[in-house]
């Protein structure tokens, strides 16, 4: 059986159908199942969390995430779970306070069974992560475990970040609905930073409204939950869309996208939107990206870098050794050139409501070869703009592939709200 939608879990423990207590342990039944093959938790200690649950049993209603399992990447804070960022030297590390985040979704009501696993310091390094539709696949990274666990049906919602592609390479490799907000909506306070530029909170589900529900608790704005009332203008009326000014923004990196995604993304044009031209000006985004994150990465982790450089990998010694190399003016004018890039992104959106663009390349890779290619992210979460990705389908070797809604800077509850109507509309139907 299909495990329900964390709303209709929501619903259900609200109305006192369902106890806390029964769906944390539904959850861990099926995570004993499935753990060993897949490792998706860094740390598992269901005993806090059942606890948790048999107290918002016997009280009042919490909060709109009440009862409801959580999972939390191994990049947050908890001060009741250890906390290692991926990484060897902060191996058994207890943090005494809660991320903000955390925080907020714990006074919701939300229960947290263990941490999810990240790569190391959320960057390329993978942890042991399998990809719940094929475990000899990969699930993608940074936020490996998060991803996996919603997908496997472990957990309705979990935590999540992006520096480059974080969330919403793991859910298109995974098949699962995963929302980066604009840059700065949410508070990284508690968050293990990679790029202060960059990094920015976000969560996985299986649905949109699911994945509204949870930014609605992480912003403290009720007016990004979908429900009730709640559409997309004229384009939620119905199946026509000829209302809703979508664009299909293939972009300067169209020529790695493989047969699997292009096959979609035709059935998509015959479906809604129209094409729109990638400027001259968006196809240096990406090269930026990589200057301002390994500039930030170097600074941000110089502690580690310099005392406890014989327990990162080659991979992130050579990202911090270069970051290094980067002076002070070079990053000025690297920032200088972002804060006009996010000023151009407007224009990206005066006749359209929404973009859609490539999530991925196609499939999830082998396991072996790293946690894939984050190229079709960089330019956007380098903007700072909300991204949405859409499972729509599958590829040739039956894992699944989709596509991201980009939308305005601070345009989040429009994102969420559009990417709900096209989801409807698209999946299963673009072939």
């Known amino acids: 059986m299909t495990p329900m939608t964390a709303t209709t879990l929501a619903a259900a423990l609200s109305r006192r159908e369902l106890s806390a207590e029964q769906v944390l342990r539904d959850c861990l039944e099926r995570i004993d199942q499935r753990e060993p093959e897949l490792h998706a938790f860094a740390h598992l200690d269901p005993a806090p969390a059942l606890a948790r649950a048999r107290q ?3 009280g009042a209603v919490t909060g709109p995430l009440h009862g409801l399992p959580l999972g939390v990447k191994d990049l947050f804070d908890t001060a009741d779970l250890p906390t290692a960022y991926g990484s060897a030297i902060w191996h058994g590390h207890q943090p005494r306070a809660d991320a903000g985040v955390v925080a907020a979704c714990r006074a919701a009501g939300a229960l947290i069974p263990g941490k999810t696993v990240t790569t190391e ?4 390094t993978a942890g042991p992560t399998r990809n719940p539709h094929h475990a000899g696949h990969t699930p993608g990274g940074s936020s490996s475990g998060s991803a996996a666990a919603v997908a496997a049906g472990w957990l309705p919602l979990a935590l999540g970040t ?7 390479r793991p859910a298109a490799y995974c098949g699962i609905v995963g929302f980066k907000p604009s840059v700065g909506l949410i508070g990284r306070a508690g968050v293990k930073l990679m790029s202060d530029t960059l990094d920015t909170v976000g969560g996985f589900a299986r649905t949109v409204e699911d994945v509204a529900l949870l930014a609605a608790v992480l912003t403290g704005d009720e007016g990004l939950r979908l429900g009730d009332g709640a559409g997309f203008g004229a384009i939620a009326a119905g199946d026509d869309a000829s209302g809703a000014r979508v664009g299909l923004f293939r972009g300067p990196h169209w020529d790695m996208v493989g047969d699997d995604v292009r096959a979609l993304w035709e059935g998509v044009a015959r479906r809604v939107g129209r094409e729109v031209a990638s400027p001259d000006w968006f196809a240096p985004l990406t090269a930026l990206q990589i200057d301002v994150m390994q500039y930030e990465a170097a600074r ?3 502690w580690e870098h310099v005392n406890r450089s014989a327990l990162l990998s080659d991979r992130m010694r050579a990202l911090l050794d270069t970051g290094a190399t980067i002076d002070g003016g070079a990053h000025r004018r690297n920032i200088e050139a972002t804060r006009i890039a996010r000023r151009r992104a407007g224009m990206l959106f005066e006749h359209h409501d929404m973009l859609l663009a490539p999530s991925a390349a196609g499939e999830a890779g082998l ?6 290619d984050p190229l079709f992210g960089r330019a956007w979460t380098l903007l700072g703009l909300p991204c949405l990705h859409l499972p729509l389908g599958v590829g040739a070797n039956g894992l699944p592939i989709g596509l991201q809604v980009v939308g305005a800077m601070g345009d989040d509850a429009r994102v969420l709200r559009a990417g709900d109507w096209l989801q409807g509309l698209l999946r299963d139907r673009v072939g």
């Open 162 to 168: 992006q520096t480059a592609a974080s969330i919403v």
């Open 300 to 302: 941000s982790l110089a």
């Open 56 to 58: 918002l049993d016997a």
């Open 367 to 372: 396991w072996e070869e790293g946690t894939g």
């Open 121 to 124: 310091f959320a960057a390329f």
